[in-house]
């Protein structure tokens, strides 16, 4: 294994060169914001095992997005430290903007699920039944999720083409959050839906490049270490990796307790985190671990994850299942854009398109995707869209980690139907809470 990373990572990192200049030198590339991370893993597919055959990486390429996934969810924690804001409008906001990414994610769920058990069981006779689970898994979750949901259904469903189908859903999730994001940018301000930026051209030329111009360049973080005893890098990165491994390890004891079954790394590295920065905040050495820093390491398994994650798809397994890949991708599109539409406009009580088009990156791609929607349409950070999101996403992240942790073992029982309709209603139930939330819960 050593040997096989150093190999592999050597290799990719020739790649990922490629792929910035590729999207620094190419104007289609720019004008559809397609970040560098998936260029590179889509070159990696290309060039590698599962195409021309051209670059060597090793038989272990798969098996590296299921391991950085512990050291991703354990990063978390410390990405952010939330400043307690008293005022009514923010805590309206939370709660408005926690809610709605918890319909989507539920929804996405439940839809893909309902859409996989009626439609793909009946056009494509003996389907996976938890097929439609690829959905929400690739979408909301991205390639870190879809790394996780193909261990977990290796390991409880012997579903071994998840991780490729996840991969791929994720994939197209991100094309579908940058391309589609751009369009949806371009329309609401076309629309006068927009509340900061009137033209598209408005937009710094470094969205397009990838390079920052020198006066607009910020510092990645503090270095909260002396140098002459430890890096603050270093520090961090161990910091990570300890509780990564932990989760991994926990993972490993508790397997043979479990009939079977298995609870993700994730899961455990999530929660290790937690109670490490609860401790370390008790002792009051959280000082010393700043979260900008936290949130570069995230962003760099984050970018392993996708890059490896795409580079390790199977060809064969997604051409096999081609057919009702497409549909449930058109599904999923079909299913945002009425959201978009729908929810934005009902539950934000201020700056919906600005909320809403950050939820759409979010909730088809990642984060990073979501916040370069958000800047495209709020530069300055006048909506307050991510602090809000950073307090109300605490209460997204339980519900997340239960639908990965426990459709897998339910869906081995025969459950998928009572997890489907139980989504699909926790979903509706919820908008009718935050609508009557928004009328009962007045801001002087």
């Given at each position: ?141 991205g390639h870190g999720t879809a790394a996780a949901i193909g261990e ?293």
């Amino acid at each position: 294994m050593p040997s096989s990373l150093i190999q592999d990572l050597g290799l990719i990192s020739i790649v990922l060169l490629i792929g910035f200049i590729l999207r620094n030198r190419i104007t289609l590339l720019q004008k559809l914001f397609i970040p560098v991370s998936i260029i590179t893993g889509l070159l990696g597919l290309l060039l590698g095992t599962n195409g021309l055959e051209i670059l060597p990486f090793s038989d272990q390429i798969g098996s590296y997005p299921g391991i950085m996934i512990a050291f991703l969810f354990g990063s978390l924690p410390f990405t952010f430290d939330i400043q307690k804001d008293k005022s009514k409008e923010f805590k309206r906001n939370t709660v408005q903007i926690g809610g709605a990414s918890i319909i989507i994610l539920l929804l996405q769920w439940g839809a893909g699920l309902l859409f996989g058990l009626t439609i793909l069981s009946w056009l494509f006779p003996g389907i996976h039944s938890s097929f439609g689970a690829i959905l929400a898994t690739g979408f909301f979750g991205g390639h870190g999720t879809a790394a996780a949901i193909g261990e977990s259904f290796a390991a409880n469903l012997q579903w071994e083409e998840a991780q490729s189908l996840a991969m791929t859903s994720a994939t197209v999730g991100i094309f579908s959050a940058t391309m589609g994001g751009v369009i949806m940018v371009q329309w609401g301000i076309k629309r006068k839906h927009t509340s900061f930026i009137k033209n598209f051209k408005e937009l710094p030329n470094s969205y397009k490049t990838g390079l920052i111009e020198p006066k607009d360049q910020k510092s990645i973080g503090k270095a909260t270490f002396s140098n002459i005893a430890i890096d603050p890098l270093l520090m961090h990165l161990m910091l990570v990796i300890l509780v990564g491994f932990t989760g991994i390890f926990l993972t490993n004891i508790t397997k043979p307790y479990l009939s079977g079954y298995s609870i993700a790394a994730f899961s455990f590295a999530f929660i290790v985190g937690l109670l490490l920065k609860a401790a370390l905040s008790k002792l009051k050495l959280m000082m010393y671990f700043d979260p900008k820093l936290m949130s570069r390491i995230c962003g760099l398994f984050a970018d392993l994850i996708v890059i490896f994650g795409i580079a390790s798809i199977k060809t064969a397994v997604v051409v096999k299942f081609a057919g009702p890949l497409l549909l449930i991708f058109a599904l999923g599109i079909v299913l945002a854009i009425f959201l978009f539409q729908f929810m934005g406009t009902r539950l934000f009580s201020s700056y919906w398109f600005e909320k809403s088009i950050f939820l759409w990156g979010m909730s088809l791609g990642v984060t990073a995707i979501g916040i370069a929607l958000l800047r495209m349409v709020d530069p300055e950070a006048k909506s307050e869209t991510l602090p809000v999101f950073a307090l109300g996403y605490i209460g997204v992240t339980p519900f997340e980690v239960l639908c990965l942790v426990f459709f897998p073992i339910l869906a081995s029982q025969g459950f998928q139907w009572h997890f489907t309709l139980g989504c699909l209603f926790g979903g509706i139930f919820l908008y009718i809470l935050i609508k009557k939330f928004n009328k009962t819960y007045k801001v002087s």
